[in-house]
């Protein structure tokens, strides 16, 4: 073949998503891909419902409702507000409209995949930079910026690490880049963190961060693809620029736009996973198999070696239990475990020692 891509697109490694399904087995409970137990809210369910008699219709390109609900919910202007397909889209958006060859992009050690993909897809380069312990570090971002830097992306709790930096931190990074770089923080698990902002106020004060959010986890939409974007207007404006005006279906919006309005349904599973982290925490530590303190709805287990994950992950297999092998984001070690209801978490637990009994 004489035909080539542009550079970049063959150097990219394809996004490997979490197990669904092990042969031979129906009872299988996926806890590789951090979806909600519980499935999507049944408001969304009956407004998703309702557009099967709009399928004709192409739907709206502006996306009004669904950023005036957003923007109500949350206390954002809507003029500042883009919607995408997922926030992989808007992650997708922010590399297409401010990067070009040669071109930096930042991403730090066990960061989410999405950003060196869609870096290189649109001919940059992806740069990475150091954690500390499994912890963002602002110093090692900092240090890692050059005049080809455009943008830093920063999942805050991180995936598939689970911890968070603080506000000061944040703040600090986006106060400490130069003028030349638009910090992204990407805030797909806030809506589990008590009272955090996913950095909505750190955007509003500032012309150089980009928030992106999504519906596919507390929401439990994965399957729909809705996420949004929050940043100053000039930035929403150039996303929109890039932005297919058809990228999101009535469906997608009419189900997103009854979701982000139910409130009870964002308190009940942030307490409920709240509740379950913890005890799942606790269960496996008592088993020997530590983690950081989650600020999601997952926990990474960390074992003694990669073998001896390796060797767990196939007993909750063998148990037609799916978790996430994590040695393509450097933690060979450990396993990222979405938390699930409590009957999920105890079938975990109760696998988990029999590994223990096993290999005792
Ligand atoms: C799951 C996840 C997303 C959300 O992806 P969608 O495209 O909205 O489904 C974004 N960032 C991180 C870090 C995630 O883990």
Known sequence: MTIRPKTGIEEIVLYKAGDAKVAGRGDVLKLSSNENPYGAPDSAKAAFARA??????????????????????????????????????????????????????????????????SARAAGATPVEVPERERKVDVDAILAGVTERTKLVFVANPGNPTATMIGGNETARLAAELPPHVLLVLDGAYSEYVEGFDGGASLTESRDNVVMTRTFSKMYGLGGLRIGWGYGPKDVIDNLNRVRGPFNL???????????????????????????????????????????????????LARFASPSEADDCEARLRGDGILVRKVGGYKLPQCLRITVGTEADCRRVAASVARFREQTA
């Open 52 to 117: 099967v008699h709009d399928l004709h219709r192409y739907p709206p390109t502006d996306h009004a409702e669904l950023r005036a609900a957003i923007a109500e919910v949350h206390g954002l202007d809507p003029e500042r507000i883009v919607c995408g397909a997922g926030s992989d889209e808007i992650i997708t958006f922010l590399c297409q409209a401010y990067t070009q060859p040669g071109d930096e992009v930042i991403h730090t050690e066990h960061g989410f995949s999405m950003y060196a993909i």
């Open 249 to 299: 279906s009535q469906a997608q919006l009419a189900a997103a736009e009854a979701a982000v309005r139910d409130r009870d349904w964002a308190a009940r599973c942030r307490a409920d996973n709240t509740r379950m982290r913890d005890w799942l925490q606790h269960a496996l530590a008592e088993l020997g198999v530590p983690s950081d303190t989650s600020s999601a709805n997952f926990i």
